[in-house]
């Protein structure tokens, strides 16, 4: 039982409402979620992954470290950059802070890599590697949040073989 005084300077009506707001199962790193590898570019915001920060604590960290935020993991399939995208449903003052993962669950001894607001993230990756990915919110409420990796010769290093033929072929 909660008790809970209410006072005015003046005499009137008021009315109060109490909510129960129940805490994101992945509230701390150690709980992350598996959003599985980056989509083909392209194909956001159709798999996109919802998720809410309503209810959820501060975890710290490099950005938005007062902020409520939640935490979900994936590996990247890309060479070279990996694009996040955030979408506000109710949430407001997105952002994301992602750390490559030395392990999951554990989340001991994960590095930052990177720390921005907005909706619109391009992260360097490695092909493979686990990332845990922190979405802060400056209002919590929900959001979306899909994964995508460009198209397969955006690299250098994976270009297309275009051959080598000869004149008039």
Do not use: K
Request: aromatic share 12%; net charge negative; proline share 4%.
């Amino acid at each position: 039982n909660y008790w809970m005084r209410v006072y005015s300077t003046t005499p009137g009506e008021f009315t109060v409402c109490v909510s129960n707001v129940t805490q994101p199962s992945n509230d701390v790193c150690e709980a992350s979620i598996y959003i599985g590898s980056s989509h083909a570019y392209g194909l956001c915001p159709v798999n996109a992954t919802t998720g809410t920060t309503l209810g959820a604590s501060s975890s710290g960290g490099s950005c938005g470290g007062s902020s409520n935020d939640v935490w979900y993991h994936a590996y990247f399939n890309s060479y070279g950059n990996t694009y996040i995208d955030l979408s506000e449903v109710s949430a407001t003052g997105l952002g994301i802070e992602v750390y490559t993962a030395m392990s999951q669950p554990e989340c001991a001894g994960d590095v930052s890599i990177y720390c921005g607001s907005g909706n619109s993230h391009t992260i360097p990756t490695v092909y493979g590697q686990l990332y845990q990915i922190r979405v802060y919110s400056a209002t919590p409420g929900e959001f979306t949040l899909c994964v995508s990796h460009p198209v397969a010769n955006d690299e250098c290093v994976a270009a297309t073989n275009l051959g080598n033929y000869a004149a008039g072929d």
